[in-house]
């Protein structure tokens, strides 16, 4: 079952992680920040289901993924890096429960910015940008996903914090209360949406607990 297609085109983004571009099958809809389980077309690999989500828009031509590679766990990911244009993918249904709600604070962790690449897409494609802001923690500068472009769109909405180098402009660290509160302090009511492996997850969601934020305010999806 699922939708055979055409990967199109892949290229680095950043030293470990891939955008893919790949011929979007007939009949798909999905919602921006939706996922869906993928197979290569290749044998050995076909049982393999791995979760990734849309970082196009539903309504463009090709669907997108940007994707972290992890070459040590010679899995899926590793696959990919040497998977080139012609090559095919499976792709299955849509799922997921991250979707935009309104305004409010972004949180990802590395990969976990997926999602949000598509919202902030389509919010910048309807003028509704606004307030929103983006926390973002990664390891290195090295390792921000599409810095340049958040950068322009968002400005002083987007903070970046990076665990394992100190950088003028750049917080230093893992995404902690004092930081969480300094964002949040003009929006008590914003939504936060989290998105990153388990570990910054809970230490996120316990944060949050910690400044008042009720759980109607969180939407959420781990990594
Ligand atoms: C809803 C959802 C959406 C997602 N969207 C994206 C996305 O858009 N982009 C993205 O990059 N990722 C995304 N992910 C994460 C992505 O699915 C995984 O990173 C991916 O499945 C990894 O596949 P893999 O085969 O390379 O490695 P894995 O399946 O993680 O690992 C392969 C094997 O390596 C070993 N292994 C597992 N973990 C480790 C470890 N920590 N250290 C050493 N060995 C290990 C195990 O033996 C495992 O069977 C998403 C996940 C979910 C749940």
């Not at 949180?107 to 902030?120: D, K, Q």
Request: glycine letters at 8%; proline letters at 5%.
């Amino acid at each position: 079952m699922g939708h055979i297609v055409n990967l199109l085109s892949t290229e680095h983004l950043t030293h470990d992680v891939l955008r893919l571009r790949a011929e979007k099958p007939a009949g798909l809809s999905y919602l921006p920040g939706q996922a869906v389980d993928i197979l290569l077309n290749k044998e050995g690999w076909k049982n393999e289901l791995r979760a990734f989500t849309f970082t196009s828009l539903p309504e463009e031509d090709h669907i997108e993924f940007i994707i972290k590679t992890y070459p040590d766990r010679k899995g899926v990911t590793n696959q990919l890096l040497s998977y080139p244009a012609g090559c095919e993918l499976i792709v299955q249904e849509p799922f997921g429960d991250i979707h935009y709600k309104g305004e409010g604070i972004f949180i990802a962790g590395g990969a976990g910015i997926t999602p949000f690449v598509a919202i902030f897409k389509q919010l910048e494609k309807e003028n509704r940008v606004g307030g929103n802001k983006l926390i973002f923690a990664n390891k290195t500068k090295a390792d921000i996903i599409l810095e340049s472009h958040f950068q322009k769109l968002l400005g002083k909405n987007f903070i970046n914090v990076l665990s394992n180098e100190e950088l003028a402009g750049y917080e230093h660290g893992f995404i902690s209360a004092e930081l969480l509160k300094k964002h949040s302090e003009e929006s008590p009511n914003a939504y936060y949406y989290l998105c990153g492996p388990p570990p910054m997850m809970t230490a996120v969601e316990k944060h949050l607990a910690a400044l008042g934020v009720k759980e109607s305010q969180i939407v959420r999806e781990a990594f």
